[in-house]
């Protein structure tokens, strides 16, 4: 009893896909991922879509169904369009600055914190508050966002930090005379 997923992924021209059993490889204009995946799942490619199918309803293989489609489809948007994330700086003094292919952070620290970017990620700073990170691997330039994020997380009580473009940060009232 084999079941094909109800959403099938449009593959764009210039993009080609190379399934694999137990291996999935996208290569497009942007670059070439490629990605393990569980040798249960069937990936098949027909008139332009990719669907992936799995051998039973049972929940194991239903949720590999679901993570196999979602990140096939990723790989595919990611070598057509690219992936980017935004940071916001907060602070009276807080700055960013790139060095080289490096991003150099002043954030309150006694000395400026240095991220150097892997392959495949670059960063760009528009302004001295502002940084994007751009990137194929979506995975990868979530993790990288989070890594600066995490070297001065927005605090409560003033708001000063690094935090995500158009993240809330819920404030406290300090104390009280």
Do not use: C, W
Request: hydrophobic share 35%; net charge positive; aromatic share 4%.
């Amino acid at each position: 009893m084999s079941r094909i997923g109800r959403k099938p992924i449009a593959v764009p021209d210039g993009v080609t896909v190379d399934a694999k059993p137990g291996v999935v490889s996208v290569k497009g204009p942007k670059g070439e991922l490629s990605q393990v995946v569980s040798p249960d799942m069937k990936v098949t490619q027909e008139n332009g879509t990719l669907s992936v199918e799995r051998p039973t309803d049972r929940g194991e293989h239903r949720a590999l169904h679901g993570l196999t489609r979602s990140l096939i489809a990723n790989m595919v948007v990611g070598v057509t369009d690219g992936y980017e994330k935004r940071l916001e700086i907060q602070g009276v003094g807080y700055r960013a600055r790139l060095q080289g292919k490096a991003l150099e952070l002043s954030v309150g620290y006694s000395h400026p914190i240095s991220i150097s970017a892997p392959d495949g990620i670059e960063f760009e700073v528009p302004a001295p508050t502002q940084v994007i990170i751009r990137g194929i691997d979506k995975q990868l330039v979530g993790e990288i966002a989070a890594r600066i994020r995490r070297t001065r997380p927005p605090e409560p009580y003033k708001g000063k930090g690094i935090r995500y473009a158009g993240e809330h940060v819920r404030r406290k009232v300090g104390k009280r005379a």
